[in-house]
T-cell receptor
Framework: AQSVTQPDIHITVSEGASLELRCNYSYGATPYLFWYVQSPGQGLQLLLK??????LVQGIKGFEAEFKRSQSSFNLRKPSVHWSDAAEYFCALNQGGKLIFGQGTELSVKP | NAGVMQNPRHLVRRRGQEARLRCSPM?????VYWYRQLPEEGLKFMVY????????ESGMPKERFSAEFPKEGPSILRIQQVVRGDSAAYFC???????????????FGPGTRLTVT
């Protein structure tokens, strides 16, 4: 069955440090992959997407993600984290229209 | 604001009452999706609709839940005879109804927080 796994439930990084959030997927065909961010009590904001082509995709707020088919991964990165990046991050896979989400990774940022 | 609109933002219902959640998609979007977020279960797909048609309802509970997206007006998620386990955040998303990769991009509303007392 198709699935998305985010191995890290909670990550803490220092402000200004680099960030990588992991996402692994299980899907038989070429996946359509997404990263969303959710602040407390808010909806989900689309950060970036991968459909095909260049495996390194750029998103909003300085985020990027790299699609690696051989590793079934789509990890999210940011070179320098800001305190305002503290939120929950969700990786998702589109299956026939519906999104299948990972469990989410909560990011805390230390001053 | 041309984003996805949901109302009410917060809804309190007693056990046995009905809950109606409304969603207006982004301008130009003709596909609507409903998701539920429970603390221990994460975000789960419920139903996918286009105007006057249900495309995929594989995530909807078999009883008490229904959804519609009429030709005119918002999409409605209806929960009859609510129970405490229905307490959750319910999110609506919308996408373009055109062919191509852009149709897979879903934009989310702020959600409705349902509390059943």
């Amino acid at each position: 069955a198709q699935s998305v796994t985010q191995p890290d439930i909670h990550i803490t990084v220092s402000e200004g440090a680099s960030l990588e959030l992991r996402c692994n997927y299980s899907y038989g065909a070429t996946p359509y992959l997404f990263w969303y961010v959710q602040s407390p009590g808010q909806g989900l904001q689309l950060l970036l997407k991968y459909f095909s082509g260049d495996t390194l995709v750029q998103g909003i707020k300085g985020f990027e993600a790299e699609f690696k088919r051989s590793q079934s991964s789509f990890n999210l990165r940011k070179p320098s984290v800001h305190w305002s990046d503290a939120a929950e991050y969700f990786c998702a896979l589109n299956q026939g229209g519906k999104l299948i989400f990972g469990q989410g990774t909560e990011l805390s940022v230390k001053p | 604001n041309a984003g996805v609109m949901q109302n009410p933002r917060h809804l309190v219902r007693r056990r046995g009452q009905e809950a109606r959640l409304r969603c207006s998609p982004m301008k130009g979007h003709s596909h609507v999706y409903w998701y539920r977020q429970l603390p221990e279960e994460g975000l789960k797909f419920m139903v996918y609709l286009q105007k006057e048609n249900i495309i995929d309802e594989s995530g909807m509970p078999k009883e008490r839940f229904s959804a519609e997206f009429p030709k005119e007006g918002p999409s409605i998620l209806r929960i009859q005879q609510v129970v405490r386990g229905d307490s959750a955040a319910y999110f609506c998303a919308s996408s373009l109804g055109l062919a191509g990769a852009s149709s897979y991009e879903q934009y989310f509303g702020p959600g409705t927080r349902l509390t059943v007392t």
